[in-house]
């Protein structure tokens, strides 16, 4: 009997440390500030994505993008045109440099008299190579080898239709043998979400253990631990602070979670490739677990 009641108020100063250290800590400025802070920041960072992100080039049904200046010394014959989102211009090579440090273009293509050898095109541009004019220049380049690659299959004698069939190149999905369609967003999430899981799991680790030793430190410098261990064994003690602090992180974790679900059906609408994600209830469980 003695050592029931002694089990049970142990049991109940365990509950007592841990609540109390599960209020302490979700009440702390850094811990809210580092909860609200990091799905925020992920918004935001996705959200100047998402802003300044293009659509690109697409070789086949998609709209080209980009203004480009071409030299171009080899023998494929290469044509001027220009649309609402994409141009492309002929120039001697002394007007592209000319144009070059003015600062009226950032870069020119020259196409050497070689490239029907090689195939190797040279981009000109004054200064290095920054991420300012990554995707710019993924996109010039895009329309380049398009445009190309057109003009070979056009001197080839290949028709008009049988050159877009061609530039549209080949596509492979992949599907279940229940006819299901596998996309690479789910075989991307299936290896992404555990990943994912694990690096907030440890991040959760680290901040709560640093509250923890926080916590320590402060009774012991204020003496307070002296008191508390005169009316609460070290055990229940320790097991109450593991415990709250616990309950704090996975609070943490769901809030990120919830987050997350919240996050990627509103993101979807503008990142396609975000529609076909969803998150397995199961994995949820476990990550938590």
Do not use: C
């Not at 990943?195 to 680790?205: E, G, L, Q």
């Not at 593991?242 to 059906?265: F, R, Y």
């Amino acid at each position: 009997m003695s050592r029931t009641s002694g089990d049970s108020s142990n049991g109940r100063l365990t509950a007592l440390v841990a609540r109390r250290e599960y209020l302490r800590t979700v009440r702390r400025r850094g811990y809210i500030f580092g909860t609200i802070l990091l799905p925020l920041g992920i918004a935001v960072l996705m959200g100047i994505s998402v802003f300044f992100s293009s659509a690109g080039f697409d070789g086949g049904g998609g709209e080209a993008t980009g203004q480009i200046v071409v030299v171009n010394e080899s023998g494929v014959t290469v044509e001027e045109f220009e649309t609402e989102r994409a141009s492309l211009r002929l120039a001697t090579a002394a007007e592209a440099v000319a144009q070059l440090e003015a600062g009226e273009i950032g870069a020119f293509y020259l196409i050497p008299a070689s490239f029907d050898q090689d195939g190797r095109i040279d981009r000109i541009q004054s200064g290095g190579f920054d991420l300012s004019t990554l995707e710019s220049s993924e996109n010039d380049e895009g329309l380049l080898r398009f445009v190309v690659r057109d003009a070979q299959l056009d001197a080839a004698g290949v028709a008009p239709e049988d050159a877009a069939r061609i530039l549209r190149g080949v596509s492979v999905n992949v599907i279940t043998i229940e006819g299901d369609e596998v996309s690479g967003a789910d075989v991307a999430a299936g290896i992404a979400l555990p990943m994912v899981f694990v690096a907030i799991f440890m991040i959760s680790i680290f901040m709560t253990s640093g509250y923890l030793l926080q916590s320590v430190t402060e009774e012991k410098e204020n003496r307070v631990v002296e008191i508390v261990l005169s009316s609460i064994p070290a055990t229940p003690l320790m097991a109450g602070k593991v415990l709250g602090l616990g309950g704090a992180g996975l609070t943490q974790v769901a809030i990120w979670v919830g987050s997350a679900l919240v996050a990627i059906p509103l993101l979807s609408s503008q990142v396609p490739d975000l529609g076909p994600i969803a998150l397995d209830p199961t994995m949820l469980v476990l990550a938590l677990l």
